[in-house]
């Protein structure tokens, strides 16, 4: 059964730090996703690629947040310095086109 | 009104009930619908696509008004593992344009 990836599971880490979260997607799947999900603000999309291509980072804090896709196999969400406000669980979504979505087991945040 | 918005419930049904769910969505030109189901501290999962005909899987119906720019999601017979957030997710965008938005879910709980 095949499932998308993501390390760590949880992390906690002090305001100022770096923070590097990595998603393996589904093998075949040509499009990826990154989320972050609140109590207040719910699921917000963050930036997505398509062939590895970043397709839209409009989502993402722009001074603070990158997004990659080293290779196929591989899609890294960085955050530097990192805020309180950051703190949240952020889910990797992989599929074959922009809707049908799989999910990864996600990384809960915390920054104190 | 906001691009998404879903009663957030929640919802205490008994067993054996009917419960059905509501979701408006600001853009007109919206033209993907869909329900995914997240259980506490999981991930979401796609639960149905919704079509402009409505459409039906099992005890779930999924219906669409655009005339009043609402989605619906039915469940019959509820069992307590229907228990979960469901998330109500549209492509705001409209037309070619992609902007997936989630709204911040509908909570319900059945009981035995």
């Known amino acids: 059964d095949a499932r998308v990836t993501q390390t760590p599971r949880h992390k906690v880490t002090e305001m100022g730090q770096e923070v590097t979260m990595r998603c393996q997607p589904i093998l075949g799947h040509n499009t990826v996703f990154w989320y972050r999900q609140t109590m207040m603000q719910g699921l917000e999309l963050l930036a997505y690629?398509?062939?590895?291509?970043?397709?839209?980072d409009s989502g993402m804090p722009k001074d603070r947040f990158s997004a990659e896709m080293p290779d196929a196999t591989l899609a890294t969400l960085k955050i530097q310095p990192s805020e309180p406000r950051d703190s949240a669980v952020y889910f990797c979504?992989?599929?074959?086109?922009?809707?049908?979505?799989?999910f990864g087991p996600g990384t809960r945040l915390t920054v104190t | 009104r906001k691009e998404v918005e879903q009663d957030p419930g929640p919802f205490n049904v008994p067993e054996g009930a009917t419960v059905a769910f509501n979701c408006t969505y600001s853009?007109?030109?919206?033209?993907?619908f869909f329900w995914y189901r997240q259980d506490c501290r999981k991930e979401p999962k796609l639960l149905m696509s919704v079509y402009s005909s409505g459409n039906e899987d099992g005890r779930f119906t999924a219906q669409l008004n655009r005339a009043s720019q609402y989605i619906s999601l039915l469940i019959r017979d509820s069992k307590l593992s229907d228990s979960a957030t469901y998330l109500c997710?549209?492509?705001?965008?409209?037309?070619?344009?992609?902007?997936?938005?989630f709204g911040k879910g509908t909570l319900l709980t059945v009981n035995p």
């Open positions: 997710v549209v492509n705001i965008g409209g037309g070619s344009n992609y902007k997936l938005t």
């Open positions: 690629f398509r062939n590895r291509a970043p397709l839209d």
């Open positions: 979504a992989s599929g074959l086109g922009l809707y049908e979505q799989y």
């Open positions: 853009n007109s030109a919206s033209q993907s």
